[in-house]
């Protein structure tokens, strides 16, 4: 027998119900097109192999070190940061930004937690190998748990272009 794929674990799959009832909450849409009552499993993999980016972290208080680490990443997101899934899960998500741009990264995530959600973000990452790359248009929204509390915070962007 086959080996599950990571983003088909119990846990994941778990992170991905918060992933979807964050975003219905912020947005007011479904973070996945077509009917929300298909199984999990098959929606875990949609969002695996969609082509808009998906990240999240988990609600580690980002004031102690090392800070929130990342939970999912989607296969645009681990191509796009050009690492595999056991290097880019479980990593400080604080990481996935150069030291310079941290601050702003931060501000964007507060601003975020505050109010349930944001769209239009825009900023600058590092891939794995220290290139750089410019996002835009992202959603920036709170991960909801089944008892409604905030479990960490996800973001996704299709716009993105290397710089």
């Known amino acids: 027998m086959q080996p599950q794929p990571p ?3 119990p ?3 778990e992170r991905l119900e918060c992933l979807e009832r964050g975003h219905l909450q912020a947005f007011g849409r479904p973070l996945l097109a077509g009917d929300p009552d298909r199984p999990l499993r098959l929606r875990a993999q949609e969002l695996f192999a969609a082509a808009e ?3 999240a972290h988990d609600g580690a208080d980002p004031g102690l070190d090392p800070g929130p680490r990342l939970i999912y990443a989607n296969c645009a997101a681990l191509r796009l940061w050009r690492r595999p899934w056991a290097e880019l899960v ?5 990481l996935t930004a150069e030291p310079a741009q941290r601050s702003s990264r931060s501000q964007a ?3 975020a937690l505050r109010s349930g959600g944001i769209r ?3 900023g600058i990452r ?3 190998q220290g290139r750089r790359f410019q996002l835009s248009g992202a959603r920036i929204w709170s991960l909801i748990g089944a008892d409604g509390t905030t479990c960490g915070q996800a973001a996704a962007f299709e716009n993105w ?3």
């Open 7 to 9: 983003w088909l674990s």
């Open 53 to 55: 980016v998906v990240l």
């Open 90 to 94: 479980g990593m400080p998500s604080r």
């Open 126 to 128: 590092i891939d794995s």
């Open 120 to 122: 239009g973000y825009a």
């Open 161 to 163: 272009w290397w710089i």
């Open 109 to 111: 995530l507060t601003q």
């Open 11 to 13: 846990p994941v799959l």
